[in-house]
């Protein structure tokens, strides 16, 4: 008996593509059901606007949850850093599968990594937080650069560099992974170069409340330490009251010793776009074993940013 396939609803751009396939591939293993994809378009594919303006987080994930709530689609696959730090009534994230290279990432032109960019090169991205931190780094490394803005899929992005109107982009590397341009990459950011955003390089399954049998099967193809990362970069941003288009950077590692792991370590940064000034701060503790330890971690992170100025260098976020 062959049985009836799940629905899941996709964004039709190519990374959504390319990452809801590698998704409905895991859940058709461990539902033993086929995966049918749905295309759903949402208001952040069709709008001409510059994201700042279209009002921050969640643009890419409302027309998703609609399709949810509605019951035409059994579960979406969401990159985790678009998805809202708030939770949505009616649904539950079921799984965050392992969580592939967090980094940003340079593509730049004559394989050039971010030291040895031409001065006054011209960088695109979109994302305060990278201009936060790229032109930080630009100060105290005696280097000159212009951030411009941009925005688009990673084509797009790219296209920017092969077409000779910019000298280099910053991406995440989970991105060109996912849609295979990762050969590209000419510089590997690290991670104390800049932080990248809460969530980033991990996936979201999310399916509706009361779907008891479809959130029993996803919890398998959860990793509870990229979980309980996640939940700690997100608590952050909650509690720093940012969106994801404010220029907040946050990561999660374990630490270990020898083959123990002994603690969780949490950095954030908040900075301005100009990068004269960034709050940049980390904390360790236990590594989280319940959901609220988890969010307490962020949220202790969060108090330390604040007192020192966190508040005052978001005033550029979207709202
Ligand atoms: N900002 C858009 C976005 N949302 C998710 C990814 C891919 C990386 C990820 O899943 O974290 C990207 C592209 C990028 O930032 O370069």
């Given at each position: 008996?062959?049985?009836?396939?799940?629905?899941?609803?996709?964004r039709?751009s190519?990374?959504?593509?390319?990452?809801s396939g590698?998704?409905a591939?895991?859940?058709?293993q461990v539902?033993?059901?086929?995966?049918?994809?749905?295309?759903?378009?949402?208001?952040?594919?069709?709008?001409?606007?510059?994201?700042?303006?279209?009002?921050?987080t969640?643009?890419?994930?409302?027309?998703?949850?609609?399709?949810?709530l509605?019951?035409?689609?059994?579960?979406?696959?969401?990159?985790?850093?678009?998805?809202?730090?708030a939770?949505?009534?009616?649904?539950?994230v079921?799984?965050?599968?392992?969580?592939e290279?967090p980094?940003?990432?340079?593509?730049?032109?004559?394989?050039?990594?971010?030291?040895?960019?031409?001065?006054g090169?011209r960088?695109?991205?979109g994302?305060?937080?990278?201009?936060?931190?790229?032109?930080a780094?630009?100060?105290t490394?005696?280097?000159?650069?212009e951030?411009?803005?941009?925005?688009?899929n990673v084509?797009?992005?790219i296209?920017?560099?092969?077409s000779?109107e910019?000298?280099?982009?910053?991406?995440?590397?989970?991105?060109?992974?996912?849609?295979?341009?990762?050969?590209?990459v000419?510089?590997?950011?690290s991670v104390d170069t800049?932080?990248?955003?809460p969530?980033?390089g991990a996936?979201a399954?999310?399916?509706?409340?009361?779907?008891a049998?479809?959130i029993?099967?996803?919890?398998?193809?959860?990793d509870p330490?990229?979980?309980?990362?996640?939940?700690?970069?997100?608590?952050?941003?909650a509690?720093?009251?940012?969106?994801?288009s404010?220029?907040?950077?946050?990561?999660a590692?374990l630490?270990?010793?020898?083959?123990?792991v002994?603690?969780?370590?949490?950095r954030?940064?908040?900075?301005?776009?100009?990068?004269?000034?960034l709050?940049?701060?980390?904390?360790?503790?236990?590594?989280?074993?319940t959901?609220e330890?988890?969010?307490?971690?962020?949220?202790?992170?969060?108090?330390?940013?604040?007192?020192q100025?966190a508040?005052g260098l978001?005033?550029?976020r979207?709202?």
């Amino acid at each position: 008996m062959t049985e009836k396939a799940l629905r899941l609803g996709t964004r039709r751009s190519k990374l959504a593509m390319a990452q809801s396939g590698q998704v409905a591939d895991a859940v058709s293993q461990v539902t033993g059901r086929p995966v049918e994809l749905v295309e759903i378009t949402t208001y952040g594919d069709t709008s001409r606007e510059h994201l700042a303006q279209i009002g921050g987080t969640g643009v890419f994930v409302a027309a998703l949850r609609d399709a949810l709530l509605r019951g035409e689609v059994d579960f979406a696959v969401h990159s985790l850093k678009d998805l809202p730090t708030a939770q949505h009534e009616g649904l539950v994230v079921a799984a965050i599968p392992e969580r592939e290279d967090p980094r940003d990432v340079v593509v730049a032109r004559d394989a050039r990594k971010l030291t040895d960019l031409p001065r006054g090169a011209r960088i695109g991205t979109g994302a305060p937080r990278r201009m936060a931190q790229l032109n930080a780094y630009a100060r105290t490394h005696g280097m000159e650069i212009e951030t411009v803005p941009i925005r688009g899929n990673v084509d797009t992005r790219i296209g920017y560099v092969s077409s000779g109107e910019l000298d280099a982009v910053v991406l995440a590397a989970a991105g060109l992974n996912r849609v295979g341009r990762i050969d590209e990459v000419t510089d590997f950011l690290s991670v104390d170069t800049v932080l990248p955003a809460p969530g980033q390089g991990a996936l979201a399954i999310e399916c509706a409340a009361d779907n008891a049998s479809l959130i029993a099967a996803l919890a398998e193809l959860d990793d509870p330490f990229t979980r309980a990362a996640v939940t700690a970069e997100r608590s952050l941003l909650a509690a720093l009251e940012a969106g994801c288009s404010a220029p907040v950077g946050a990561l999660a590692d374990l630490l270990a010793d020898g083959q123990t792991v002994k603690e969780m370590r949490l950095r954030g940064v908040v900075g301005t776009t100009d990068g004269s000034t960034l709050v940049q701060l980390s904390t360790t503790g236990p590594v989280p074993e319940t959901h609220e330890a988890a969010l307490a971690l962020g949220r202790e992170l969060a108090t330390e940013m604040l007192a020192q100025g966190a508040a005052g260098l978001m005033g550029e976020r979207a709202q």
